[in-house]
């Protein structure tokens, strides 16, 4: 399944700094621009996935899980 989200990145001094707009709390800081848009996938992987996991725990009940592409 792919997806595609908007990075905003910034160059501040010696640092490239940037996060994902429709994932709060996916942002990064790195030296290198390239570094950077790694360091944000791996941001947003990790976010998505712990919501994913939280989600679940607090589920009472049978549920099904639908994949959906967007």
Do not use: C
Not at 19 to 35: D, F, M, S, T, Y
Not at 47 to 52: P, V
Request: proline share 1%; aromatic share 8%; charged share 35%.
């Amino acid at each position: 399944m792919s997806a595609e989200y908007t990075a905003i990145i910034t160059k501040e001094e010696d640092w490239w700094i940037g996060w994902i707009v429709e994932i709060p709390g996916a942002n990064a800081q790195e030296r290198r621009k390239e570094e950077l848009l790694i360091s944000l996938k791996e941001a947003a992987r990790d976010i998505i996935d712990l919501r994913r996991q939280q989600y679940r725990s607090e589920i009472k009940s049978d549920y099904e899980e639908v994949l959906l592409a967007i």
